[in-house]
């Protein structure tokens, strides 16, 4: 028990010495370099309406030159009516395009809500407010002299509202522009399926002029830093601010660029089969390309493009150019995935795009965690009883390690008393007193450090079901019992007391005689600490150290219990 309190203890402080860290990390970060002179800064009237610089050149594989940075009459647009907004929508995803570009300036996620509270508001993942902007666009890019409708032309939508009808499967917002002077049209659809967050776009391309088209099809995220999380009084406990917020894409591998870094280091990439996206604690907006087709991936910041100074940050893939004869069509599709962290079926959308799931370092123990966690959730059917499954299984496989870190706490207790006069024999020469102590464990033949490997072994487990409590989306507002959301503390603090009240009783089962009098003042304030630091970590993982301690206390019991009454046998015997 000594051994496995002082791991338990390292474990703790090392924790929060962590989390300590990462919260100096968000708070303090790198100074910026200066900003560019003001002339060469991009402004606009409105913060709908995007800077010039988020519409990219084409590609190098068609050989023209750049377009213009902005049409004509765009520059200044005033922002898009609500009323002439479109809206769409099918059972768990609420769309908000705007005719302008066929931007998606709006995307609700109507099975998960802001707060754990009732009739709160579903979690709007984009948004084009000027304090939240962030947006998914998608357009034409034009090459010699070829017409071509940006994420800044004007559209046509079919119709305003788009309603869900029961038995619908499919939801098709259709967008239309026209050039009549090049006799060229583009048809934009976006469709919506039942059940999933995996939004379709088709870009067709109709030439009913005499000239050949040519250009090609772009998509790109665009937002700003999103505001810091709300402080705690124990800042260092709040997850959103050491989760990862901002770009990645995937190639062949999974690779994240910080808000911090788009400047420093922005990407530019020749990608086949891949994603960008832009990605925070919950949820993930991915733009997949073409798995098939050459795409052109790049990161831009744009600066002060509205009147509050902040930056964006934009992530863009460019598709190869084609071309269209006269009298032919042609069509360019991609997929936009704007939802929550599904780990069962991000996969699925796209390769790696499961990695969003980030724990970090502690990746190779909290997915395997997470994905036994997910199978007894299956049988169990609430996340509360499928950690508590979890510490059985965890405690019957190590069942024996903790027997023998019993045993050992068993006997050393019956030598207290020869502890206690090698004590009084050695006085204050505790070298003699330790040699002392030692030979006599031998005699006895007693491992003092039984209890070290099973101690051990909570160390990687408390970080990973830490990480998997935080960042795991389908434990976001899991209830239990009293406990409104297994992820955020509980609110009654009933789980720390109750872990406390188990730390008394194994201390109550455990030698104190002989212990160093710093050791011995660290096992009475342990319970009290362990209380205090449990209020701000997660309810699951209270709940997991409760369970675990309720078993470890009754095996240390019965244990203890069956080594008296053995020796009880012999005496009488």
């Not at 060469?40 to 750049?66: G, L, R």
């Not at 009323?83 to 908000?96: P, Y």
């Not at 406990?237 to 420093?264: C, I, Q, V």
């Not at 330790?434 to 033949?445: C, H, S, V």
Request: hydrophobic share 45%.
């Amino acid at each position: 028990m000594i051994n496995q309190t002082r791991t338990l203890l390292v474990v703790a402080l090392f924790f929060v010495a962590y989390l300590l860290w990462q919260a100096w990390q968000h708070d303090y970060p790198p100074v910026p370099p200066p900003a560019p002179p003001a002339s060469a800064q991009v402004t606009s009237a409105s913060p709908s309406v995007p800077a010039a610089s988020s519409i990219p050149a084409p590609s190098a594989t068609v050989a023209a030159p750049p377009v213009a940075a902005t049409p004509a009459g765009n520059a200044a647009a005033a922002p898009t009516p609500k009323q002439d907004l479109v809206t769409a929508s099918n059972d768990v995803l609420k769309l908000t395009i705007d005719p302008r570009g066929g931007t998606i300036v709006g995307a609700a996620l109507l099975d998960y809500p802001q707060q754990v509270e009732r009739g709160s508001p579903p979690v709007q993942l984009l948004d084009d407010a000027a304090a939240k902007y962030y947006v998914a666009q998608d357009g034409l890019i034009g090459a010699n002299g070829s017409a071509a409708p940006n994420h800044l032309a004007e559209f046509k939508p079919e119709a305003t509202t788009y309603q869900w009808a029961p038995g619908q499967k499919q939801a098709v917002v259709t967008l239309t522009w026209n050039d009549a002077a090049t006799g060229v049209s583009v048809i934009k659809r976006y469709t919506l399926t039942r059940g999933s967050y995996v939004v379709e776009l088709s870009q067709q391309v109709e030439n009913h002029g005499s000239k050949a088209w040519q250009g090609n099809t772009y998509e790109q995220l665009d937002r700003i830093e999103p505001p810091p999380p709300p402080k705690h009084f124990l800042e260092f406990y709040n997850p959103d601010s050491y989760a990862f917020t901002g770009a990645a894409w995937y190639s062949d591998k999974y690779n994240k660029l910080k808000f911090g870094d788009f400047e420093s280091d922005p990407l530019h990439a020749d990608v086949t089969g891949g994603w960008i996206a832009m990605s925070q604690r919950f949820f993930v907006t991915a733009w997949i390309p073409d798995a098939k087709q050459a795409q052109q991936f790049s990161s831009v910041e744009t600066q002060a493009a509205d009147a509050s100074g902040k930056p964006r940050y934009l992530i863009r893939t460019v598709g190869p150019g084609f071309s269209v004869a006269p009298g032919a069509s042609a069509t360019r599709t991609a997929r936009l995935y704007v939802g929550p962290k599904l780990q069962d079926s991000l996969g699925d959308v796209a390769p790696g795009l499961d990695r969003t799931v980030d724990y970090g370092m502690w990746t190779f123990i909290a997915q395997p965690m997470f994905k036994l966690l997910a199978f007894l959730h299956k049988l169990v059917g609430a996340w509360g009883l499928a950690i508590i499954v979890l510490v059985l299984l965890i405690q019957a496989a190590t069942y024996k390690l903790t027997e023998a870190q019993y045993k050992a706490g068993a006997r050393m207790r019956k030598l207290q008393p020869r502890l206690k006069a090698l004590k009084e024999r050695f006085g204050d020469d505790k070298q003699k007193y330790q040699q002392a102590m030692m030979e006599l464990y031998k005699k006895e033949k007693i491992n003092p450090m039984a209890g070290c490997l099973p101690a051990l072994i909570t160390f990687p487990i408390f970080f990973a079901l830490y990480y998997v409590l935080i960042f795991s989306v389908e434990l976001r507002h899991a209830p239990f019992l009293w406990i409104p959301d297994l992820s955020a503390a509980d609110p009654l603090f009933i789980l720390p007391v109750l872990y406390a009240l188990t730390m008394l009783g194994q201390q109550f089962l455990t030698p104190v005689q002989g212990m160093d009098p710093t050791q011995a003042r660290i096992m009475k304030v342990m319970p009290v600490l362990f209380a205090v630091l449990f209020f701000f970590f997660p309810a699951g993982l209270t709940l997991y150290y409760v369970v675990r301690g309720i078993c470890m206390l009754s095996q240390q019991w019965y244990i203890t219990r069956k080594i008296d009454r053995a020796d009880a046998r012999t005496r009488t015997a």
